[in-house]
């Protein structure tokens, strides 16, 4: 026996044949009858009793029917029953060995840069579910500042460098309006590594808006202002933590025409750093799933969030996965779990490296 909404209780019976209509929901895409579960399924039971159980649970709130349809879907409450009950179960043998071994292809490479080993992950978790995946690389905001550099490329042309303690790098090339000498480069680049080398990238933004200014402009003659670029910078580095792979997805999630511009206020949410951030932090460590009003979103309501982080030596990361309410949770979960694995060991690895 298990426990439902309230004090109401769930026989075997119903058990079963609410995990067999979220699978088969998952595999047909079509709302579940008896006959249907009659058909595809070895249950010892009667049409009728069948019939009858799925009134019982469509009662409780596990089930819903759909227009005149003589189906029934899973409703939010059935599949929040499900992942938080049934599913654990479920994960174990869901995924193939294949799928650990297409992984592990992918990603144990020698990468250049963190960046390209978050990519690949993402482009590859979506590649083996169809589904959107969100890959935020190891924290960034505590990333300490290493060096900087600043590198004459021609008269008019200058590559600004920062290099952090968990080997990220970014680099931008910019205009200046005239030549700068060589002597005042050097003076800046000191005077920017004795300022801010040893500083989390959140200290070094601070102190580029009320230090370095003043401290610039008492020991280099040259007027060059250094400090947009190094602003843009930080917030290109923290831009590209983030990484969308198989965003093109969504557009089979909205079916129905009136759900089309879904689509866009969707696309928006995930383009907007601070709305991704809120919905890609977990709640508890492990699997976090979460759907339908959870995401408190009007725009995601027929959508699934699923949400796991990897530690790493260096920071932790997360790893997020959006598709439809109905989507096949114990593979998802299976995969996640072993993608989660791998980018630790992959990421632990290319630091041992360095």
Do not use: W
Request: aromatic content about 6%.
């Amino acid at each position: 026996m298990a426990m439902g909404r309230g004090e109401e209780m769930l026989t075997d019976r119903q058990l079963k044949i609410l995990q067999l209509i979220i699978r088969l929901y998952h595999e047909q895409q079509e709302p579940i009858g008896s006959k249907t579960l009659l058909q595809e399924t070895d249950l010892p039971f009667s049409s009728a009793t069948i019939r009858n159980e799925m009134m019982r649970l469509e009662e409780l709130g596990f089930l819903e029917k759909m227009h005149s349809s003589s189906g029934r879907v899973p409703s939010s409450l059935g599949y929040r029953f499900y992942v938080d009950n049934m599913l654990p179960e479920l994960v174990h043998n869901a995924i193939k060995k294949q799928d650990i071994q297409d992984m592990q292809a992918a990603l144990r490479h020698r990468y250049h840069e963190i960046s390209e080993i978050v990519d690949m992950s993402a482009r590859m978790l979506s590649s083996l579910t169809n589904y959107t995946t969100i890959v935020l690389g190891p924290e960034k905001k505590q990333s300490k500042l290493t060096g900087f550099r600043l590198v004459s490329l021609s008269d008019t042309q200058v590559m600004a460098i920062l290099v952090t303690d968990k080997g990220y790098v970014e680099n931008q090339i910019f205009n200046v309006s005239q030549t700068l000498p060589q002597a005042d480069l050097e003076k800046m680049v000191n005077i920017l590594n004795d300022e801010l080398v040893g500083l989390t990238l959140s200290e070094v933004f601070v102190k580029l808006q009320q230090d370095i200014p003043n401290v610039i402009r008492q020991h280099i003659s040259a007027r060059f202002d250094i400090l947009p670029i190094l602003y843009a910078l930080i917030r290109r580095m923290e831009a590209e933590n983030v990484v969308i792979a198989g965003k093109n997805n969504l557009i089979d999630y909205f079916q129905e025409e009136t759900n089309r511009e879904n689509i866009k206020q969707v696309y928006n949410i995930i383009e907007n750093t601070d709305d991704l951030y809120e919905l890609m932090m977990p709640t508890h460590s492990g699997i976090d799933i979460k759907f339908g009003s959870e995401l408190k979103h009007a725009s995601l309501k027929d959508l699934s969030f699923v949400t796991t982080t990897y530690q790493t030596k260096n920071g932790t990361g997360v790893i997020a996965l959006i598709g439809p309410t109905n989507m096949q949770y114990s593979r998802v979960v299976g995969l996640m779990n072993a993608m989660s694995e791998e980018l630790t060991d992959c990421i632990n690895q290319y630091f041992e490296d360095l």
